[in-house]
């Protein structure tokens, strides 16, 4: 699975990059329009934190300028009946903080804004999401960043090795930030341990 790409921007264009890699590999990737804003000029270097996406069918890669708007594309793809392209529509209608504002204050008129999100769509999306983004940076201060941004990464970390291992994702974040929200002050061991220890009881 990719997770991260760094190489040379050979094609931009919204929602869509291709990015040529030092093995002289050139990947596509879709992207929301907040991180086609972020990317320079054709020529540069950049890095994406991307997601693999697999069907029998087909295998998409996207792509993302932040750990958190990679994060918020995956819980918005957790929720039913939203798949990715929909998901990244999210992301090119509103930003990323937008996005997480809107589902924590159950702001159903901006979410069906976007085009092709329904009030039912916004409905599910308030209803399965506004406690799991309750936790995701909104960046009001810089002190916060640091901290948020340190816990959320650790999480993401976790949650991942624990569904490689075969775990559900919801019941892998649930654990996680149980074990989080009691001992922050733990590395990325012990709280795959701790975790772990949730899972089996």
Known sequence: MIAHLTGELI????????????????Y???VPLSTFYELGEVGSEISLKAYTHVREDTLQLYGF??????QIFLHLTSVTGIGPKLAITLLSGMSADEVVRAIRSSDLARLVAVPGVGRKTAERLVLELRDKVASILLGETAAVYGAESAIGSLQADVVSALINLGYQ???????????????KDVDFQSALKTSLKRLAT
């Open 65 to 70: 300028y932040t750990e958190r708007e990679k």
């Open 169 to 183: 994702r919801g019941a892998a974040e649930r654990a996680v930030g149980l074990t989080l929200k009691e001992a």
């Open 28 to 30: 596509e990737l879709t």
């Open 11 to 26: 094609q931009k264009q919204p929602n869509s990059v291709i990015v040529e890699t030092r093995g002289g590999v050139g």
